[in-house]
Nanobody, 126 residues
């Protein structure tokens, strides 16, 4: 059974930083593309950042480029999202996501997700 467990969300002031973590189990993590998505109530879930199996290829939604960094540690089955210069519009539930090991990060980025975490809430106050 695949499990993705997020942590690290919370309340932060605008301009602050947070690091999200996602620990994965039950899947071939070191071969799987991973990503972070977010959703605001009443809006569609959007992709935020994705990373390939080895960590040397990433992609981001334009609104977070230069502020967020996705990384992974395959020895710990963990993917991270380092968020800085946070803005109130970054407020959302953030979900960890995984794709099949043969997916490209483009496939994952455009919604080709096979597994979801339950999400962690990030609230940025102005």
């Amino acid at each position: 059974q695949v499990q993705l467990v997020e942590s690290g969300g919370g309340l932060v002031q605008a301009g602050g930083s947070l690091r999200l973590s996602c620990v994965a189990s039950g899947l071939p993590f070191s071969r799987s593309p991973m990503g972070w998505f977010r959703q605001v109530p009443g809006k569609e879930r959007e992709s935020v950042a994705v990373i390939n199996w080895s960590g040397d290829n990433t992609d981001y939604v334009n609104s977070v480029k230069g502020r967020f960094t996705i990384s992974r540690d395959n020895t710990k089955n963990t993917v991270y999202l380092e968020m800085s210069s946070l803005k109130p519009e970054d407020t959302a539930v953030y979900y960890c996501a995984a794709g099949r090991d043969y997916y490209t990060i483009s496939t994952l980025f455009h919604g080709g997700v096979d597994y979801w975490g339950k999400g962690t809430l990030v609230t940025v106050s102005s």
